[in-house]
């Protein structure tokens, strides 16, 4: 069981910055998926990026490529997004997710979620 709570969401202008973070309950995540989602009012749930915590190898959606990275932090139990170069478009909910496999771009494979944090982007 790995419980997640999130952080960092908030109002920022067009260009912006923020950084998310994803705290872990469970000590252990080496074999781990970490991931960031995302969900706009009216939209389907939609992949932003993934880490695999052991290797620490990423991979991200096109529309954040360049923009935002994903990085862990092994002592602190810690998955980060940081989003740069923020766009109205960014605006959503952006959810914490896990798993005990491989990376997936696919919502439905992961097991466990946080509560979700507000991105707001205005223009």
Known sequence: QVQLVESGGGLVQAGG???LSCAASRRTL????MAWFRQAP???????????WGSGST??????KGRFTISRDNAKNT?????????????????????????????????????????????
């Open 59 to 64: 991979s991200y959606a096109d529309s954040v």
């Open 30 to 33: 080496t074999n781990y998926a």
């Open 17 to 19: 910055s923020l950084r």
């Open 79 to 123: 998955v980060y997004l940081q989003m740069n170069s923020l766009k109205p478009e960014d605006t959503a909910v952006y959810y914490c997710a896990a798993r005990d496999s491989g990376r997936s771009w696919n919502w439905d494979d992961y097991d466990y979620w946080g509560q979700g944090t507000q991105v707001t982007v205005s223009s």
């Open 42 to 52: 009216g939209k389907e749930r939609e992949f932003a990026a993934v880490i695999r």
